[in-house]
T-cell receptor
Framework: DAKTTQPPSMDCAEGRAANLPCNHS???????VYWYRQIHSQGPQYIIH?????ETNEMASLIITEDRKSSTLILPHATLRDTAVYYC????WGGGSNYKLTFGKGTLLTVNP | EPEVTQTPSHQVTQMGQEVILRCVPI?????FYWYRQILGQKVEFLVS????????KSEIFDDQFSVERPDGSNFTLKIRSTKLEDSAMYFC???????????FGQGTRLTVV
């Protein structure tokens, strides 16, 4: 799986958009970008994933650059409950029984009141 | 909403003792996983399990570890002779069919004294 680089920490004001960047310059054509988060030592939680088109769901939006070497996770209206470590993971879709997530250190997002 | 359930939430055991961590995956899921997170460190993959056998394991998952699906609902991780360095949060995860994402449990905090 391709390596990812994320800032160790970010702050965001409550109610504002949180934009979390991720660099994945060695991503290959069949690798997807996944985002998970972990709230205070709870189990990781899936947020969103994408290949090359921008994606949106009820939790967040994912913007992937045209060259696919970087992406941004957007939480449109951050709340205090969004304070968590956010992980950007690049891997091949599917994987069957060999599906495995490789977590890095992620970005600690702190949402301030 | 279906969820992965882990018990106990916290287990304290003496070094050298056997411990069994229990997980009830989401009903009808086919793929099962164990991850661990030592305090302050990354979430690490331990093992994946499919069709009643281990499909992949990490180098952490040595002979002291074993997994079992004793019935149709439980998925267990056994550590045969615990060491101090086994102290960590252990997360169980399950996944449905190909292309779906993994759901994680809330974890079991294992403390070896």
């Amino acid at each position: 799986d391709a390596k990812t680089t994320q800032p160790p920490s970010m702050d965001c004001a409550e109610g504002r958009a949180a934009n979390l960047p991720c660099n994945h310059s060695t991503i290959s054509g069949n690798e997807y970008v996944y985002w998970y988060r972990q709230i205070h030592s709870q189990g990781p939680q899936y947020i969103i994933h994408g290949l090359k088109n921008n994606e949106t769901n009820e939790m967040a939006s994912l913007i992937i650059t045209e060259d696919r070497k970087s992406s941004t996770l957007i939480l449109p209206h951050a709340t205090l409950r969004d304070t968590a470590v956010y992980y950007c993971i690049v891997r091949v879709w599917g994987g069957g029984s060999n599906y495995k997530l490789t977590f890095g250190k992620g970005t600690l997002l702190t949402v301030n009141p | 909403e279906p969820e992965v359930t882990q018990t106990p939430s916290h287990q304290v055991t003496q070094m050298g003792q056997e411990v069994i961590l229990r997980c009830v995956p989401i009903s009808n899921h086919l793929y099962f996983y164990w991850y661990r997170q030592i305090l302050g460190q990354k979430v690490e993959f331990l093992v994946s399990f499919y069709n009643n056998e281990i499909s992949e394991k990490s180098e952490i998952f040595d002979d002291q570890f074993s997994v079992e699906r004793p019935d149709g609902s439980n998925f267990t991780l056994k550590i045969r002779s615990t060491k101090l360095e086994d102290s960590a949060m252990y997360f169980c995860a399950s996944r449905g069919s190909e292309g779906t994402e993994a759901f994680f449990g809330q974890g079991t905090r294992l403390t070896v004294v």
